[in-house]
């Protein structure tokens, strides 16, 4: 695949490449993949280009490239951590995260099917396979939408992408939970700062925050009363998990916790132009959450 003029190449044995990476679930497309730990390995290459253009993302080096953006993008789509190494760096201990993410499920699951036919044929018959081409063309689509100045103003830079990483890769649900919350907070920080002070934006209850982002994402059209009450038995829950360092003790808290890192998703793929895609009938669990009676917390 291309993205944005950098050529992707799968590696001749890519089948057993992918096969040790790690693989939580068996399934069988392709390639047969078996339930394994797992660990890293090289799956492609990437054609270098001659005259890079600079990363758009605050990486913090002045010598990031678009390259490095892009990665970040394959890593939150593909739930993996994506990077490049080159030969000089072989014998360099690898920090990145082998096991694959928790979360990202949703964003993936978003990217369009496309059915490519035109593709190059097998060498033994005219016949030109079917490829899926969905992948390609909206990565370079989001990448291209993310360089764009109306993007970069309105996000201040795309910061909350590097807490989208953190947010989604395998850890504890607490702690997944609370990345989770600072990206709304972010959020809201950054679509509000030029007509509230900072010093307000920190005054404003956590549960407007959400209601805020819930509503301008479209994720709900209103927040009614009701609502309201179900919100901030979610920042109870976020108060408590700070504060005391666990979740209080409900037989729901665990469920009400993941479909707020589901809603992340949601949002973070609208923020892509993408339509989120349901596959964890997230807008469904929202509606009854927003409805329902609440649970009493037992607290310790």
Not at 54 to 76: F, N
Not at 172 to 186: V, Y
Request: glycine share 6%; hydrophobic share 40%.
């Amino acid at each position: 695949m291309t993205i944005f003029d950098y050529k992707f190449v799968k590696v001749d044995e890519y089948p057993t490449q992918l096969q040790k990476l790690q693989q939580l679930v068996a399934y069988h497309s392709d390639v047969q993949i078996k339930i394994n730990t797992g660990e890293h390995a090289i799956t492609g290459f990437v054609e270098p280009i001659k005259r890079e253009q600079k990363a758009i993302l605050e990486w913090g080096s002045t010598k990031s490239a678009a390259l490095d953006d892009i990665l970040l993008l394959l890593s939150l789509f593909t739930r993996r951590d994506v990077f490049v190494m080159d030969k000089s760096e072989k014998n360099m201990a690898t920090i990145a995260d082998p096991r694959q993410y928790s979360g990202g499920g949703i964003l993936y699951s978003s990217i369009p099917y496309k059915v490519d036919t035109s593709g190059e044929s097998n060498r033994s018959s005219s016949i030109a396979f079917p490829c899926d081409i969905g992948f390609e063309e909206s990565i370079t689509k989001i990448y291209t939408l993310i360089r764009s100045k109306e993007w970069q103003d309105k996000y201040r830079g795309g910061y909350f992408l590097f807490l989208a990483q953190q947010a989604f890769r395998r850890q504890h649900l607490e702690t997944a939970f609370t990345q989770s919350w600072t990206i709304w907070e972010h959020l809201f920080a950054i679509l509000n700062q030029n007509w509230l002070s900072g010093k307000r934006i920190q005054q404003i209850e956590a549960s407007e925050k959400i209601s805020y982002i819930l509503t301008t994402y479209g994720l709900r059209g209103e927040i009614d009363n009701k609502s309201r009450e179900r919100i901030s038995s979610l920042v109870e829950v976020r108060n408590r998990l700070i504060h005391f360092g666990r979740f209080p003790v409900r037989s729901d808290v665990h469920t009400d916790a993941v479909l707020f890192m589901e809603l992340t998703e949601f949002v973070l793929a609208k923020i892509f132009g993408l339509l989120p895609s349901g596959v964890f009938n997230t807008m469904e669990k929202l509606e009854k959450f927003l409805t329902e009676q609440g649970k009493v917390n037992t607290w310790r």
